[in-house]
């Protein structure tokens, strides 16, 4: 790969990164406003679920939605081709040095075309 297509692939991952990391605060965000309204308005749902379900639901959520998240990133970087080819790391956590020295930043091996 060339630098002008991992500039634009990592440019693309970033667009998806942001729709992702945005849709997952978005969602995070709505069960806790979506709960109080629902106890401000409803009378009484709370109670109709025992406390320890309640609690193992609120777990569930949280531990839950990012690694769903995390997920979602992990195949954005996989479509987007930013996995190193040698020791399959991330090429978009560290990327102005991948783009200036044309190396991996975990294995240091080539990861650009330098023929190109």
């Known amino acids: 790969m060339t630098h002008n297509q991992l500039s634009s692939r990592i440019d693309a991952f970033r667009r998806s990164e942001r729709r992702i990391l945005s849709l997952g605060l978005a969602v995070l965000f709505a069960l806790p406003l979506g709960l109080v309204t629902s106890h401000l308005f409803s009378l009484g749902w709370p109670d109709?679920?025992?406390n320890r379900l309640f609690s193992v639901l609120i777990w569930v959520w949280?531990?839950?939605?990012?690694t769903?998240?995390?997920?979602?990133?992990?195949?954005?970087?996989?479509?987007?081709?930013?996995?190193?080819p040698h020791c399959h790391h991330s090429l978009a956590n560290k990327y102005p040095r991948v783009l200036t020295e044309g190396t991996c930043s975990w294995c240091g091996r080539s990861v650009v075309d330098v023929s190109a």
């Open 68 to 84: 769903c998240v995390f997920i979602f990133l992990w195949r954005a970087l996989k479509r987007h081709g930013l996995l190193c």
């Open 48 to 50: 109709l679920i025992p």
């Open 62 to 66: 949280l531990l839950g939605l990012p």
